[in-house]
């Protein structure tokens, strides 16, 4: 059971923008600036596209794109293009004994 | 580049022991970094079991530290999880990966393994 939560699902066209929320609580994301997300492919591993709320991993597209206000946190994706069409998972740090928790995931649909 | 990969059984039975190794390469575990184990399952997702650090020094989600035991072997540039007293509720994909960060114990891991799909069944 996750201590994040992200709708199970969203969708889009191509071209269009799409943004996935990640609602943690004040011991989480709201006390740290510490927000990951990950892209999966089926039958893939996860791969980071954002840490640290904003930042991008070198190789990552500048399509997407992170935030925060308060409790929650969001990724945006510009653009939507068929590729992009995968599983998302937020994730926090949550202090030095639970470490890291992740959110159920969003699966992304490109229409 | 680093590379990480998952080896050991894919088929434990119910009250056993769960062994997987994680063997590195392009990167020496003696250089650095924490070094991560995360499963993931239908049921309860992506779930981070614990990181271990060249020194052996290891941090476990509170969840599974009553079980789970990493260890570090620096000689072969791998590291090893094994889960004690499986059930079906262990039967999950288990991942390696590394953190972005060399100072981060759990957060942000940005280099994984394919996963290892382990079955807990008789």
């Known amino acids: 059971q996750s201590a994040l939560t992200q709708p199970a699902s969203v969708s889009g066209s191509p071209g269009q923008s799409i943004t996935i929320s990640c609602t943690g609580t004040?011991?989480?994301?709201?006390?740290?600036?510490?927000v990951s997300w990950y892209q999966q492919h089926p039958g893939k591993a996860p791969k980071l596209l954002i840490y640290d709320v904003y930042n991008r991993p070198s190789g990552v597209s500048t399509r997407f794109s992170g935030s925060k206000s308060g409790n929650t946190a969001s990724l945006t994706i510009s653009g939507l293009q068929a590729e992009d069409e995968a599983d998302y998972y937020c994730s926090s740090y949550t202090g030095t004994t639970n470490f890291e928790v992740f959110g159920p995931g969003t699966k992304v649909t490109v229409l | 580049q680093v590379q990480l990969q998952e080896s050991g059984p894919g088929l434990v039975k119910p009250s056993e022991t769960l062994s997987l190794t994680c063997s590195v390469s392009?990167?020496?575990?003696?250089?650095?970094?924490?070094w991560g184990w995360i499963r993931q399952s239908p049921v309860t997702g992506l779930e981070w079991i614990g990181s271990?650090?060249?020194?052996?020094?290891?941090y476990y989600s509170p969840s599974l530290r009553s079980r789970v035991t990493i260890s570090v072997d620096t000689s072969k540039n791998q590291f090893s999880l094994t889960v004690n007293s499986v059930t079906a509720a262990d039967t999950a994909v288990y991942y390696c990966a590394r953190p972005t960060r060399a100072a981060s114990v759990a957060m942000a891991f940005d280099n994984w393994g394919q996963g290892a799909l382990v079955t807990v069944s008789s």
């Open positions: 271990v650090y060249r020194s052996g020094s290891a």
């Open positions: 392009g990167y020496s575990i003696s250089s650095g970094y924490y």
């Open positions: 004040i011991t989480d994301v709201g006390r740290y600036n510490y």
